[in-house]
């Protein structure tokens, strides 16, 4: 048997098309709702065809947006792996088999924890990004690491993740993909019915919702610096994340923010990518951001001091570091680049084929 186990909203954009493969396919699996992103993957199922989870592990099925809360809500969780491993293996990860975490949240870390508690082998989904720094970003980096170097399984989406994983030697099995599953995202949705509505003129695209900077009032700061520079350029549309929204408030930042900044709350991925997809250029902090742009060709100034991420870098993509002159260059270049069109691969069905050959069980 195949186990999701899913937590963030981006988590689940990238997972869910492995999962609308294997359906495809008639193979089952089973789906573990980690409860981080209760309420923002719960639209989600319903856009990509997917079923509600076998297991949901949120008690009230709201976001978790406060510290407090994912401090209880991880001391919950990892209780389970301590205190009730027959119930996980009974409950959670019934049939055995292999359980699919993603990327390097709290919900990753979690979910192998617990699926080794309960004795199942462990597939790390988007294996071997590193940033080289393991205070940037925190504690993202120290999860990649300790996540890679325990699992069975490793999905490396690109030529670097592979040489990432080979320079550990990883104990696991290494599987090499052609790209992220992002890509099998992008094109789900590509037709799809959007309600949002797109600015006739020129517009750049801005999100920020990383801890590392937005808990930071001097780097929220320089975010509505660089919002209000280039909305003196061109209309800016900011969409934010709860957290956003708070810390804002919180560190008096919302009415600094141009009027030639539309401030959107958050958008369905439809929406969102509708929106990405129009924009003349895109401004974010996001990983899963960045790998969009990469495969839309679409200028993206991301807005980190360091990204673990290849995507784009030197081609459509430009590290802002929080540096005026990098702002300058990157709207200079953007100017004067056509990006060529790439055949987009379909990592999903690799992943798939995979499983199919190792932990198929075909659905009842």
């Known amino acids: 048997m195949v186990h999701f186990f899913i ?173 992220n599953t992002v890509v099998d995202a992008l094109r789900l949705v590509e037709k799809a019915k959007v309600t949002v509505k797109i600015p006739s003129e020129p517009y750049a695209l801005a999100a920020c919702h990383r801890l590392e900077t937005i808990t930071n009032r001097q780097r929220l700061e320089k975010i509505v610096d660089l919002l209000n520079r280039v909305s003196s350029e061109m209309k800016v549309i900011f969409v934010t994340h709860k957290p956003t929204q708070q810390y804002l408030e919180k560190f008096d930042l919302k009415n600094k923010i141009s009027s030639r900044v539309d401030v959107f709350g958050m958008q369905d991925y439809m929406n969102f990518t509708a929106l990405m997809r129009n924009a003349k250029m895109v401004l974010a902090d996001g990983g899963s951001i960045q790998e969009e742009c990469r495969y839309l060709n679409k200028p993206c100034l991301i807005l980190r001091n360091k990204t673990e991420r290849p995507d784009g870098l030197g081609k459509n993509a430009m590290l802002w570091e929080f540096k005026t002159e990098m702002l300058n260059a990157f709207l200079e270049k953007i100017q004067n680049v056509n990006y060529p069109e790439e055949e987009l691969p379909k990592p999903s069905k690799q992943i798939v084929e995979y499983l199919a050959k190792h932990y198929a069980q075909s659905m009842a």
Not at 37 to 59: A, C, W, Y
Request: hydrophobic fraction near 40%; charge should be positive.
């Open 7 to 179: 937590g963030t909203k981006a988590q689940f954009i990238k997972m869910a098309t492995v999962m609308v493969e294997m359906q495809k396919r008639g193979i089952a699996y089973r789906y573990i709702d980690s409860g981080q992103h209760g309420e923002l993957t719960r639209s989600l199922r319903q856009i990509f065809g997917i079923k509600e989870p076998d297991v949901n592990l949120s008690k009230d099925g709201r976001d978790i947006t406060t510290m407090s809360a994912a401090v209880k809500w991880t001391f919950r969780l990892w209780s389970y792996c301590i205190f009730n491993k027959k119930w996980l293996r009974e409950n959670v990860f019934s049939d055995g088999g292999i359980c699919l975490v993603h990327g390097d949240t709290l919900s990753t870390l979690l979910g192998l924890k617990m699926a080794k508690a309960a004795g199942l082998a462990v597939g790390h989904v988007e294996a071997g990004l590193r940033s080289y720094n393991y205070f940037n970003p925190f504690p993202e980096e120290l999860i990649r690491l300790y996540c890679m170097k325990r699992c069975d399984v490793l999905f490396a989406p690109s030529q670097e993740a592979l040489q990432n994983l080979c320079k550990m030697r990883i104990a696991g099995e290494i599987v090499p993909v052609d790209g």
